[in-house]
C-alpha cells in the first residue's frame, strides 16, 4: 500500500518532531508515482503534490503518529476535499419533469446507467420516463427498451430520426403523462466530433436538462481532462456518474475530471445489473485512488 | 550543432512526461527514457532532435517493426475470438471485419457469444445484416458457449471459412465470467483441434494503466495473439498497448479508427509512433 512505501522510504528517519523538505519530498515521490499508476493526469499530479508539499513541510509530527501517517494523513484530506466533501444528491426541478440528460464517450454505460438511474428513482417512489435519443448505434433503441422494461419504466422513443426532436417530444410526453422525471440516453460521441458536439448542444438548449452528467468509464487514462473540459464546454455539466468501479481501475481520472471541470460525481456504477448504482463516497474514492 | 539543442536532463523529461500522457506507464517510460541515456552516453543521440528520432526507433522496435498479419488456419476453419472489459469495441469491430472478410472473398460467420447483454445479440445481428453474412444466437441468458458450438458446427455444415466470435464485456476481477471465458476457449480448442487462429484482447484507446491487469488477467483465459486498439480517432493515444506489448509480447494487429464498417485498419508501428510523438 502507498502507506508501507511511504513509511518503506521514511523507515530510517523515524521519531522527528517535524516534516523537514528532505522528510517530505521522500514521501511525495511515492505519492506522485501512485497518483499517476492510479491514472490521475499528469499535470493534475504535479499541482497536488505541490499543495501537499505546501502543508506537509513543517508540520509537526503528532505524538501519536510516524511521519509517514503524517504524510499519508495529508495526502487523503487533501484528495478527499479534492472529490467533493459532501454527498451530492440530483438537482430536482420545482416545475415537473424535471430532465436528466446523459452525455460521453462511446462505451461508457450511459444507456445502462439510463436503466439503473430509472429503477433508482421508481424505487424512490418517482414515475421516469426514459427517452431513446442514439439514433445512430445499432439496436440501442432496443436496448433502452429492453433495461426499461426489466425496471419497468416507459420508454419513449421515435425510431431513427431527430434526436433533438425527440428529445423535446419526449419531455412533452412526460408532462402530458405524469411522468416526473425524464432521463435522456444520447449516442456516444468523440469531444473531437464537431457534428456530433453540435447536436449534444442543440438537445441541451432544446430541453434545459437539470442535470447534465457524464457517464465516466474508471478506467478512464491521462485522456480524461481533455473529453471531460470539452463536454463541460459545450453542455455544460452538473455532474458526473462514475461507471465499472466494480472493476480494479483505481479512478484516478475522477480526481482529474473534479480538479478541472468542478463538477461533482452524484453515482458511481458498480455493475452490469440494474441495481448496480451506488452513492459516491469521498473518503472510499481517495483511499482506492492512493491504493 | 546542426541538429538541434544540445540533449539536456529538462528535455529528457519532457520526453518522459509526453509518454506518460500518452498513457505510457510510469514503468515503461522511466525504462525507454533510461535507455536513451545510456545510448546518447554511447553518443547515439547528441542533440534534442536526434534523441527523438532514437525515442520513436526504440518505440517502434518494442511495438515490433513488423506488422503482424491476421492468421488463418490453412486447413479448416478458422476461429477468430474477440475478448475484452465492457464497452471497448468488441462487436463493433468484429462487424467491421465481417466486411473486411467479405470484400477479401472470405466466407465468416458470426457467433452472438453474449448471451447476457441487453440487445446483444441484436446488435451483432445488424452487423450481420449490413455485411450478408450469417450469424449464430442464442436466447437471452443462454450459455454462450453452447452458442459457440453452435456456430462452428453451423460454419463446417455451411461451408464457411471463418468464425468471429463475440464474447460478453467482463470486468476482469470478476472469476466467475474469467472462468466461463476459459470454458468458451475450451470448447473451441476441443471443437476445432486448436486454441483460436487469434485471440484478440480488444482495449480502448481511452483507457489508462488498467489495460496492462486486463492483458494479464484475460491472458489466463485465451492463448492472446493480438491486440485491437480502438477509438484511436479520439484524443487518447492508447500508450498503454505499448506497456502491454513490451510486458506481455502481444503486438498490437488492428486499429479501430470509427463507429463504420471500413473504419478499421491494420496496426502500422510506425505511423502510430509517429502520432504518438505529434
Ligand atoms: N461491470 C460494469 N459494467 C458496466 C457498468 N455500466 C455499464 N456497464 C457495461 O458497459 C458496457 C457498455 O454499456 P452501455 O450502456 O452500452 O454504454 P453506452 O455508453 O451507452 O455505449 P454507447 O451508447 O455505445 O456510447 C455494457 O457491457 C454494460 O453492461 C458498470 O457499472 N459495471
Ligand atoms: N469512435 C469510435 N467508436 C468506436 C470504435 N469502436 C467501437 N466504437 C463505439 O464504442 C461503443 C461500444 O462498442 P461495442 O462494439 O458495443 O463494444 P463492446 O465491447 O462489444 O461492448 P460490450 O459488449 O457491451 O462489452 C459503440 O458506440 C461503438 O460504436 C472506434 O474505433 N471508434
Ligand atoms: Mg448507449
Ligand atoms: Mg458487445
Not at chain 2, 482495449?203 to 491486440?227: E, K, R, S, V, Y
Request: charged content about 25%.
Amino acid at each position: 500500500s502507498l502507506q508501507e512505501k511511504i513509511s518503506g522510504a521514511f523507515a530510517k528517519l523515524r521519531g522527528k518532531g517535524r516534516l523537514t523538505e528532505a522528510d517530505v519530498d521522500l514521501a511525495l515521490r511515492e505519492v506522485r508515482l501512485a497518483l499517476l499508476e492510479a491514472d490521475v493526469n499528469f499535470k493534475i499530479v504535479k499541482e497536488f503534490i505541490a499543495r501537499v508539499r505546501e502543508k506537509a513541510v513543517g508540520r509537526d509530527v503528532l505524538e501519536s503518529l510516524s511521519p509517514d501517517q503524517m504524510v499519508v494523513g495529508i495526502v487523503r484530506d487533501e484528495l478527499q476535499e479534492l472529490l467533493g466533501g459532501q454527498t451530492h444528491r440530483l438537482n430536482w426541478s420545482s416545475r415537473p419533469p424535471t430532465v436528466i440528460m446523459l452525455a460521453g464517450l462511446q462505451g461508457t454505460g450511459k444507456t445502462t446507467t439510463a436503466g439503473k438511474l430509472a429503477g433508482l428513482l421508481k424505487r424512490e417512489g418517482k414515475k421516469p420516463l426514459l427517452v431513446a435519443c442514439d439514433v445512430y448505434r445499432p439496436q440501442a433503441i432496443l436496448q433502452l427498451q429492453t433495461v426499461g422494461k426489466q425496471v419497468g419504466a416507459t420508454v419513449y422513443e421515435e425510431g431513427k430520426t431527430n434526436p433533438v426532436h425527440i428529445a423535446q417530444r419526449g419531455v412533452s410526453y412526460a408532462r402530458e403523462h405524469g411522468h416526473d422525471v425524464v432521463i435522456i440516453d444520447t449516442a456516444g460521441r468523440l469531444h473531437v466530433d464537431e457534428a456530433m458536439m453540435t447536436e449534444a448542444k442543440s438537445i441541451a438548449e432544446a430541453i434545459r436538462p437539470d442535470e447534465t452528467l457524464l457517464a465516466l468509464d474508471a478506467m478512464t487514462g491521462q485522456d480524461a481532462v481533455q473529453a471531460a473540459s470539452a463536454f463541460n464546454q459545450a453542455l455544460p455539466l452538473t455532474g458526473v456518474i462514475l461507471t465499472k468501479m466494480d472493476g480494479d481501475a483505481r479512478g484516478g481520472a475522477i480526481l482529474s475530471v473534479r480538479s478541472i471541470t468542478g463538477v461533482p460525481v452524484k453515482y458511481i456504477g458498480v455493475g452490469e445489473k440494474l441495481d448496480a448504482i451506488e452513492q459516491f463516497h469521498p473518503d472510499r474514492m481517495a483511499g482506492r485512488i492512493l491504493g | 550543432g546542426l541538429g538541434g539543442r544540445k540533449l539536456d536532463e529538462e528535455f529528457l523529461e519532457e520526453l518522459e512526461e509526453g509518454l506518460i500522457l500518452s498513457d505510457v506507464s510510469v514503468q515503461t517510460s522511466t525504462s525507454l527514457i533510461s535507455d536513451l541515456r545510456d545510448a546518447a552516453r554511447r553518443g547515439e543521440a547528441r542533440d534534442d532532435e536526434s534523441a527523438r528520432d532514437w525515442l520513436k526507433r526504440r518505440v517502434v522496435e518494442v511495438l515490433g517493426v513488423e506488422t503482424e498479419p491476421m492468421r488463418f488456419n490453412p486447413s479448416g476453419l478458422t476461429v477468430w475470438l474477440f475478448i475484452g472489459v465492457n464497452g471497448v469495441g468488441k462487436t463493433t469491430s468484429i462487424g467491421k471485419l465481417a466486411h473486411r472478410l467479405v470484400e477479401e472473398g472470405h466466407k465468416p460467420l458470426l457467433a452472438a457469444g453474449d448471451t447476457f447483454r441487453a440487445a446483444a445479440s441484436e446488435q451483432l445481428a445488424e452487423w450481420a445484416r449490413r455485411a450478408d453474412v450469417p450469424i449464430v444466437a442464442g436466447q437471452q441468458g443462454a450459455d454462450p458457449a453452447a452458442v459457440v458450438f453452435d456456430a462452428l458446427q453451423a460454419a463446417k455444415s455451411r461451408g464457411r471459412d471463418v468464425v468471429l466470435v463475440d464474447t460478453a464485456g467482463r470486468l476482469h476481477n470478476k472469476s466467475n465470467l474469467m472462468n466461463e471465458l476459459a470454458k468458451i476457449t475450451r470448447i473451441i480448442e476441443r471443437e476445432v483441434g486448436h486454441p483460436p487462429d487469434e485471440s484478440l484482447l480488444v482495449i480502448d484507446a481511452t483507457t489508462g494503466q488498467n489495460g496492462l491487469h486486463q492483458a494479464h488477467a484475460f491472458a489466463g483465459t485465451a492463448p492472446l495473439t493480438g491486440l485491437i486498439l480502438t477509438k484511436w480517432d479520439g484524443t487518447a493515444k492508447g500508450g498503454i498497448v505499448l506497456t502491454v506489448t513490451k510486458e506481455t509480447g502481444v503486438p498490437v494487429k488492428l486499429l479501430g479508427v470509427g463507429e463504420k464498417a471500413d473504419e478499421i485498419c491494420d496496426f502500422d508501428a510506425t505511423e502510430w509512433t509517429e502520432t504518438m510523438f505529434s
